[in-house]
């Protein structure tokens, strides 16, 4: 013990001392953002050094304004273009060096990008000498292993973190003593449009889950639905406030890992001191470097692995464009890929892009037929699974090309849908003949959508038709019977194309109302019932029909349908049903005959048609008071 203290006093330096070892021309690695060494990097201002090169992972305020007060002494190379730094709103990308996050401490270490000093910010030491990097791992401990000289100021404010966080007391050459406080990150306040995205993307996080998020928005946006999971855990880029809610709530215990059990993993933490305060010393949070947490197979080791990140623009093949995305100020490659690509190869994994489905200032569609000359793809069209917006999930797993386009088209801004059915017909990726997309509204989408459970515990969902079910409808259509086909459309009708198709599940509210029943995964999904009825203005009665896959017959989901599309109409202000159904369609005819209204039927040529009025009940008569 005495030796180590011993060495402490002979490296400990002021900070002028310590600024003066960097020499000009030299290449200085910064820690960023919330870990800037604040009292070197303002020594460094009040030497004489000229044209060094600092290189950080974000670019922070304080290198940044060091940068900005004599041009040409320093210059930022980071991994990140933006940031809340002072700067013009959008700075030049001039100096941002576009490596994927887990790929910049292979570039330190084999010397691409070679760091000849690197300053940093450490916890006091512990009792065996050893220090801490605190809230930054991340590329911080490459850094320091490839440098050949390390300063570090040691900060009593910077929290003790375990994992892969220890520097010894050999591995730093100079030592300055100044206590800080560390940056932190304002807390950003959520619009309604986030809150929807946020819990369309709670409904693709199933208990048992481990999570990866972006930044604070998204996990922020979804602490209120996933405060009641489960089992779920941790291992992800950036350690933020809410994912320690997430953590105290009790939602998250790390127990179904197959590796690094009970422990929640990220590289670095970016928050406010209430984060700082909750890692200082917690065994159950450990940081690790960036090309072992954001290492695809390590990534995928566990199963169910869920990524939720943020994009700019999506393009109409699924493409993703990476660059000043929705909730976040920051722009680069980052861990998205990495952890994309390992949360598709986890089993059971999924991989979800968020975004606006317009833009914040100019309300230009964030679904794009192409992207612009300057526009950095980070995500190819067979890497994406789901993108969400606040008009819904597209899912693209597996998809062709017209059925990304139609899925993309779905949960665009209804204002762009038409505009972008144009730009996908000239350009081939839908059929020159399809329709433009017409669909009943946002909020009637999401009030009907609801589960039920059938008769033998038959767990369906139930929801309004989409414009991208044609290939499940067509399913459904082939897996009838002849009979069936014929009680439906009293004809023995063998096929149903496209044409036919698309004309059936395009639909907006005024025109009619159709419930699809799903069964299965959100992957796989399958209709097994389709029920629906359209408005006719002559009489004021709307004529419904129904379609059950004979497999999941006997359950009672026609009569379900019935009485949900009964109470759909009645809120849409419609006065009643009709149907023709023929007559040795019995099992039918008794799903209307339950309905409590009173019903009036002619028959015809085999044919019962049937009507009745949403005012008129079966018991009224007998309840009628005696005429005196």
Same mark, same amino acid.
């Given at each position: 013990?005495?030796?180590?203290?011993?060495?402490?006093?002979?490296?400990?330096?002021?900070?002028?001392?310590?600024?003066?070892?960097?020499?000009?021309?030299?290449?200085?690695?910064?820690?960023?953002?919330?870990?800037?060494?604040?009292?070197?990097?303002?020594?460094?201002?009040?030497?004489?050094?000229?044209?060094?090169?600092?290189?950080?992972?974000?670019?922070?305020?304080?290198?940044?304004?060091?940068?900005?007060?004599?041009?040409?002494?320093?210059?930022?190379?980071?991994?990140?273009?933006?940031?809340?730094?002072?700067?013009?709103?959008?700075?030049?990308?001039?100096?941002?060096?576009?490596?994927?996050?887990?790929?910049?401490?292979?570039?330190?270490?084999?010397?691409?990008?070679?760091?000849?000093?690197?300053?940093?910010?450490?916890?006091?030491?512990?009792?065996?000498?050893?220090?801490?990097?605190?809230?930054?791992?991340?590329?911080?401990?490459?850094?320091?292993?490839?440098?050949?000289?390390?300063?570090?100021?040691?900060?009593?404010?910077?929290?003790?973190?375990?994992?892969?966080?220890?520097?010894?007391?050999?591995?730093?050459?100079?030592?300055?003593?100044?206590?800080?406080?560390?940056?932190?990150?304002?807390?950003?306040?959520?619009?309604?449009?986030?809150?929807?995205?946020?819990?369309?993307?709670?409904?693709?996080?199933?208990?048992?889950?481990?999570?990866?998020?972006?930044?604070?928005?998204?996990?922020?946006?979804?602490?209120?639905?996933?405060?009641?999971?489960?089992?779920?855990?941790?291992?992800?880029?950036?350690?933020?406030?809410?994912?320690?809610?997430?953590?105290?709530?009790?939602?998250?215990?790390?127990?179904?890992?197959?590796?690094?059990?009970?422990?929640?993993?990220?590289?670095?933490?970016?928050?406010?001191?209430?984060?700082?305060?909750?890692?200082?010393?917690?065994?159950?949070?450990?940081?690790?470097?960036?090309?072992?947490?954001?290492?695809?197979?390590?990534?995928?080791?566990?199963?169910?692995?869920?990524?939720?990140?943020?994009?700019?623009?999506?393009?109409?093949?699924?493409?993703?464009?990476?660059?000043?995305?929705?909730?976040?100020?920051?722009?680069?490659?980052?861990?998205?890929?990495?952890?994309?690509?390992?949360?598709?190869?986890?089993?059971?994994?999924?991989?979800?892009?968020?975004?606006?489905?317009?833009?914040?200032?100019?309300?230009?569609?964030?679904?794009?037929?192409?992207?612009?000359?300057?526009?950095?793809?980070?995500?190819?069209?067979?890497?994406?699974?789901?993108?969400?917006?606040?008009?819904?999930?597209?899912?693209?797993?597996?998809?062709?090309?017209?059925?990304?386009?139609?899925?993309?088209?779905?949960?665009?801004?209804?204002?762009?849908?038409?505009? =972008?059915?144009?730009? !996908?017909? $000239?350009? #081939?990726?839908?059929?020159?003949?399809?329709?433009?997309?017409? *669909?009943?509204? &946002?909020?009637?989408?999401?009030?009907?959508?609801?589960?039920?459970?059938?008769?033998?515990?038959?767990?369906?969902?139930?929801?309004?038709?989409?414009?991208?079910?044609?290939?499940?409808?067509?399913?459904?259509?082939?897996?009838?019977?002849?009979?069936?086909?014929?009680?439906?459309?009293?004809?023995?009708?063998?096929?149903?194309?496209?044409?036919?198709?698309?004309?059936?599940?395009?639909?907006?509210?005024?025109?009619?109302?159709?419930?699809?029943?799903?069964?299965?995964?959100?992957?796989?999904?399958?209709?097994?019932?389709?029920?629906?009825?359209?408005?006719?203005?002559?009489?004021?009665?709307?004529?419904?029909?129904?379609?059950?896959?004979?497999?999941?017959?006997?359950?009672?989901?026609?009569?379900?349908?019935?009485?949900? =599309?009964?109470?759909? !109409?009645? $809120?849409? #202000?419609?006065?009643?049903?009709?149907?023709?159904?023929?007559? *040795?369609?019995? &099992?039918?005819?008794?799903?209307?005959?339950?309905?409590?209204?009173?019903?009036?039927?002619?028959?015809?040529?085999?044919?019962?048609?049937?009507?009745?009025?949403?005012?008129?009940?079966?018991?009224?008569?007998?309840?009628?008071?005696?005429?005196?």
């Amino acid at each position: 013990m005495a030796d180590w203290k011993q060495r402490y006093a002979n490296k400990l330096v002021s900070i002028q001392e310590a600024a003066s070892h960097v020499k000009n021309g030299d290449r200085v690695y910064l820690g960023s953002m919330c870990s800037e060494p604040k009292a070197i990097i303002e020594g460094l201002g009040n030497s004489r050094v000229e044209d060094v090169e600092i290189v950080q992972f974000i670019r922070g305020d304080f290198a940044t304004n060091l940068a900005a007060k004599i041009p040409g002494r320093f210059v930022i190379k980071s991994f990140f273009v933006g940031g809340r730094t002072g700067e013009q709103e959008r700075p030049s990308e001039a100096d941002y060096v576009p490596l994927f996050h887990s790929q910049i401490p292979k570039f330190f270490r084999n010397r691409r990008i070679a760091i000849d000093v690197a300053i940093i910010q450490v916890s006091p030491p512990d009792r065996f000498g050893r220090f801490s990097l605190g809230i930054s791992v991340d590329i911080t401990k490459s850094a320091v292993k490839s440098a050949r000289l390390v300063i570090a100021q040691v900060n009593a404010r910077m929290p003790l973190t375990f994992g892969d966080s220890s520097i010894m007391i050999d591995e730093i050459d100079y030592l300055v003593e100044a206590d800080e406080e560390l940056f932190e990150l304002p807390k950003e306040e959520l619009g309604d449009r986030e809150r929807i995205i946020s819990y369309y993307c709670g409904e693709l996080i199933d208990d048992g889950s481990i999570l990866q998020f972006g930044f604070a928005g998204i996990s922020q946006g979804l602490m209120d639905h996933l405060k009641d999971r489960k089992n779920l855990g941790l291992h992800t880029e950036i350690l933020t406030d809410t994912l320690v809610d997430l953590i105290e709530c009790g939602a998250v215990d790390n127990s179904t890992k197959k590796m690094y059990r009970g422990k929640s993993l990220a590289t670095c933490c970016m928050g406010t001191r209430l984060l700082y305060d909750y890692v200082d010393n917690n065994s159950l949070i450990e940081l690790y470097t960036s090309d072992v947490v954001l290492n695809p197979l390590f990534i995928a080791a566990n199963d169910k692995v869920v990524s939720v990140n943020l994009a700019l623009q999506v393009d109409l093949r699924g493409q993703i464009r990476q660059g000043n995305p929705t909730w976040t100020a920051f722009e680069g490659s980052g861990g998205d890929h990495d952890f994309m690509l390992g949360a598709s190869m986890s089993k059971g994994g999924r991989s979800i892009v968020c975004l606006r489905s317009t833009s914040i200032k100019g309300g230009r569609s964030t679904i794009v037929p192409s992207f612009g000359p300057k526009s950095a793809v980070i995500m190819n069209r067979g890497e994406v699974n789901h993108i969400v917006t606040e008009y819904g999930i597209a899912y693209l797993g597996g998809r062709t090309i017209r059925e990304r386009a139609m899925a993309l088209i779905e949960v665009a801004h209804p204002d762009h849908r038409e505009d =972008l059915m144009r730009s !996908a017909r $000239e350009m #081939g990726y839908v059929y020159s003949d399809q329709i433009y997309y017409k *669909s009943i509204s &946002p909020e009637l989408r999401q009030r009907i959508r609801t589960d039920h459970i059938f008769k033998d515990g038959l767990k369906c969902h139930i929801r309004a038709v989409r414009p991208t079910d044609e290939s499940m409808l067509r399913d459904l259509f082939y897996n009838l019977s002849e009979s069936s086909v014929y009680f439906r459309y009293f004809s023995p009708k063998r096929t149903m194309p496209h044409a036919n198709l698309q004309t059936y599940v395009n639909l907006k509210e005024d025109e009619g109302i159709s419930l699809v029943v799903t069964l299965g995964p959100r992957e796989n999904r399958k209709i097994i019932a389709e029920a629906r009825y359209m408005v006719e203005p002559n009489d004021g009665l709307a004529d419904s029909a129904f379609m059950v896959d004979e497999n999941y017959q006997g359950k009672g989901i026609a009569s379900y349908l019935l009485n949900y =599309l009964i109470e759909i !109409a009645k $809120e849409r #202000g419609l006065k009643g049903f009709k149907a023709d159904v023929l007559f *040795s369609n019995q &099992p039918m005819l008794k799903v209307y005959d339950k309905v409590p209204y009173r019903i009036f039927k002619q028959f015809s040529d085999g044919i019962v048609t049937l009507s009745f009025k949403f005012d008129t009940f079966k018991d009224e008569e007998q309840n009628r008071p005696p005429v005196e």
